[in-house]
């Protein structure tokens, strides 16, 4: 036998071995499942990050160990593929029992393809017996009880989520690279001082002719960054835009109070915001807008950058690939007392507001819906979720669990101010925000400027304005009328309820309508507007 | 050409089952029960096909509203929906005509493609007139007021239009309807007449009436606050922010609050709630 030979037997030997391996798994499974002892619950979710399988695993684990009958699988699905991999499953019946909610999934995939939890929620979550949580009921047990991301659904009425996790955005730095540039120079605590210590990497880098970069950059990183920084310029702008006194304006305001003549893309704020973004912008790698949330990493890990910005997901990932020390501290705004920016800042930007994740819905199809509540009650208990936090690196979800000195700086800060609005107006609508993205390098680039950024803008956004705030209008008639329809039922079901659920669907109801009227004034409101300015002179459009 | 004749017969069938005027049975309470609850949870389309198989005038309305959200949305499903909606108004079943009238509205007002305001104004109306004091016509006059309001008019006839349908407030029976006009008439007058004492009067009988939805009822104590103080009454200002600091204490927008607070002049006896204030 010539080694050729040895060569191709091994590999075919190999490919049996690999598929009778998967083979017996398979069947294996099969029988378990059809074992009449047994139930299987799968879940699925697409978070690869280290440690995050792990932990999961783990509670898996727990849970069988507390109930021999049940087997718990795991299916991680990488992110790039997890949109069509959980349609394909929901439409052709074939979906796991437990789905992580989120990306490629709107209201209407929630409310075809999972089951509402709103019932369970209002009751306390058994494996939380003993502790201070014992009583409440199972929203009331998370740190924004369950108001959040894919926790409740405002235009569904309906909670469909139950978080594990949730999330910030913070500066991570190379203590070993920072000791050799800066010496003890402590983390920065303003705008000021981060911006010194931005100039001196790029003037070691320059004197040692060393490419390090002070910041890595990239399509998906930057943002978490420069939005924090140009939020801090447009906090009193933002409060200027409100007609309502409520302290703080929803995103199609922006959009409108520009057409309205509220505010204007020469406002001193928006230009400072501007300014502010494209001196950031030279502290990261040259063209840093085409490139993935990978090449970020890569500089960042590999030692060719002291900072980047990211959420705290990726902390335990880091903590495990980078072979140096990580560091940590708040995207460093400026203070009011900035010589220049500090007269657009109301102060610190508040995360209290920042809401739950890593939410998990259960199929409709689901052969074990009761199981899979069950599990997901378990996971999300107070000792379930500090199990969790503790093996992931994550934040908790649950009150009361105290995370783990690595993952304390991630807390959100409470205190602070209403944020402003960032550049992209991407709570305005598709078009404003492609435009925005296209023309950034107008604003970053070397041949580029403010000046260019915004004549750019004067030209093409007020259209673009105009055509995502009849979107808007567009697609709440949607939601309005299947709001109709669900009101007809909750009025119609109390004649076949008993007396003590009466009160339930009424109630029910009632949000229905208050949640439909406010929505639809708004739009009406919009509606309204957009009429109005249509049909009088721009320049004119603020003084009626 | 088998199949043909067996999907006449079966459509025959069903026509004759959903005719008005079938009473249903007890066995088929519970199965509008059940397509009813299948609404709640948005499964319009697995609703619609239960309501197919049942008899009756109610089942005819599960039809006919289930009808409306079936994908794709088409012109011909909507006028079918809408004839079988006049004829469930005509036929004046105390139960169903009011909600056969009211969803006639609303597809004027919020489902057609272009909507169409008089015509959906004629039909609260009619509501209102034809069945006084139903929910539904308390509903009917806010849905009259959204439009009307918003309605592209001179300034003045604006200001008319809201003290018009303020008036009207007082003689709404329910509750909801009485929060909802309240709401409405509130955010108006300030994004149409900047009329703040209006809106603050507005605010305040929304949250009397009851609010029931967290964002809102949290959106709300702020404005009252922050108007109450503008309009130089901290009394109301301090018990508006005292009950949003209670109720929100994961709101972005505390350290604002809290600014306002130790702004107003200092208190001379400890605030009540809004909620059980006179």
Redesign the interface.
């Known amino acids: 036998m010539n080694r050729q030979t040895i060569s191709a037997w091994f590999g075919a030997s190999l490919l049996l071995g690999c598929f009778v391996y998967a083979l017996v798994g398979v069947f294996g499974r099969e029988r378990e499942a059809r074992a009449e002892h047994v139930r299987t619950i799968t879940f699925a979710h697409w978070q690869l990050e280290s440690g995050i399988r792990e932990a999961l695993d783990a509670l898996a684990r727990d849970y069988e160990a507390l109930h021999p009958d049940v087997r718990v699988r795991q299916i991680a699905i990488p992110e790039r593929i997890y949109p069509q991999w959980v349609r394909t499953q929901l439409v052709g019946g074939t979906a796991s029992d437990i789905i992580q909610l989120g990306i490629g999934m709107d209201d209407e995939i929630a409310a075809r393809y999972f089951l509402p939890l709103s019932k369970e929620v209002e009751h306390p979550n058994p494996y939380n017996a003993g502790t201070e949580l014992g009583a409440a009921a199972w929203r009331d047990t998370f740190l924004d009880g369950m108001n959040g991301g894919w926790g409740y659904r405002p235009n569904l009425l309906d909670y469909y989520g139950v978080p594990l996790s949730m999330f910030t955005t913070r500066v991570y730095y190379n203590r070993t690279l920072w000791r050799r540039i800066l010496g003890d120079t402590p983390e920065p605590r303003d705008y000021e001082a981060f911006r010194e210590i931005c100039q001196r990497v790029l003037a070691h880098a320059a004197r040692h002719s060393t490419p390090i970069l002070p910041i890595a950059g990239s399509r998906a990183n930057a943002p978490m960054l420069v939005d924090k920084l140009f939020h801090s310029q447009t906090q009193r702008l933002y409060q200027r835009i409100n007609l309502l006194p409520h302290l703080r304006p929803g995103g199609a305001d922006i959009g409108l109070g520009l057409l309205r003549g509220e505010w204007s893309l020469r406002d001193p704020a928006y230009i400072d915001a501007l300014d502010l973004m494209r001196e950031v912008g030279g502290f990261l790698q040259p063209g840093f807008q085409s490139l993935g949330r990978e090449d970020a990493t890569f500089y960042f890990i590999q030692g060719r950058a002291l900072m980047i910005a990211t959420g705290s997901w990726d902390s335990p990932s880091f903590r495990a690939q980078a072979p140096f020390e990580i560091g940590v501290f708040e995207v460093p705004a400026p203070s009011r007392e900035h010589p220049r920016f500090g007269r657009n800042t109301l102060g610190p930007l508040s995360e209290a507001e920042v809401g739950t994740g890593l939410s998990f819905g259960i199929t409709r199809l689901s052969p074990h819906p009761e199981l899979a509540i069950d599990f997901l009650r378990f996971v999300t208990s107070r000792a379930g979720n500090a199990r969790f936090s503790e093996i992931s690196g994550w934040l908790p979800s649950v009150i009361g669990v105290e995370p783990s000195p690595e993952i304390a700086p991630f807390l959100p800060i409470a205190d602070g101010y209403v944020n402003g609005f960032d550049i992209n107006l991407n709570f305005v609508g598709p078009d404003s925000h492609r435009l925005i993205q296209a023309s950034q390098f107008d604003l970053i680039g070397p041949a580029g400027g403010v000046d260019r950024f915004v004549s750019t803008l004067e030209r093409e956004l007020p259209a673009l304005l105009r055509s995502d705030l009849e979107r808007i209008v567009r697609d709440s008639r949607h939601n309005l009328a299947r709001q109709d329809v669900i009101g007809a039922a909750y009025l119609l079901l109390p004649r076949f309820s008993p007396a003590e659920s009466r009160a339930e669907l009424e109630d029910r109801r009632s949000r229905v309508l208050e949640g439909q009227v406010q929505q639809e004034s708004y739009s009406a409101w919009l509606r309204h507007e957009l009429l109005r300015l249509a049909a009088v002179p721009p320049r004119a459009a603020h003084s009626e | 050409m088998q199949s043909r004749r067996l999907l006449l017969l079966f459509s025959a069938l069903s026509l004759w089952s959903a005719a008005p005027g079938a009473a249903p049975g007890p066995a088929a ?2 199965d ?2 059940a397509a ?2 299948k ?6 389309a697995d609703a619609h096909r239960e309501f197919l198989a049942l008899p009756g005038d ?1 089942a005819r ?1 599960g039809v006919a ?2 009808r ?2 079936l994908q794709p949305r088409t012109t011909a499903n909507l006028e079918a929906s809408v004839a079988d909606l006049r004829a469930l108004a005509s036929a004046k079943d105390p139960d169903l005509a009011p ?1 056969a009238l009211y ?1 006639l509205a ?1 597809i004027e007002h ?2 057609r493609l272009r ?1 169409d305001p008089p015509a959906a104004l004629a039909a609260y109306a009619e509501l209102r007139r034809s069945f006084p004091g139903h ?2 016509a308390d ?1 009917a006059l ?1 849905r009259m007021a ?2 009307e ?4 008019a001179p300034p003045e006839h604006q200001a008319a239009t809201l003290a018009r349908y303020a008036a009207l407030a007082p003689e709404l029976a329910s509750a ?2 009485r ?2 006009l309240h ?2 008439l509130a ?2 007058a ?2 149409l007449t900047r009329d ?1 004492s209006a ?1 603050l009067a507005h605010y305040l009988a929304a949250e009397q009436a ?7 009822r949290t ?2 104590l ?2 009252i606050g ?2 109450a103080a ?1 309009l130089g009454r901290p009394e109301l200002a301090r018990r508006a922010f005292d009950d949003y600091l209670a109720f929100a204490p ?8 809290l600014e306002r607070l130790a702004a107003l002049p200092p208190a001379a006896s400890p605030a009540a709630s809004l909620v059980h204030a006179p």
């Open positions: 309470a519970e509008l029960r009813w609850q609404v709640a949870l948005n499964l319009f109610e309305l509203l289930t409306l959200q909600i969803h609303r919020a489902h909507s929910p539904l509903e806010v959204m439009i309001v918003y309605e592209p909801d309807a929060r909802d709401l409405l955010d108006a300030l994004r703040e809106a009851g609010i029931q939805l967290a964002a809102i959106t709300v702020v404005s922050e108007l503008r994961r709101d972005n927008r505390r350290t604002l609050v």
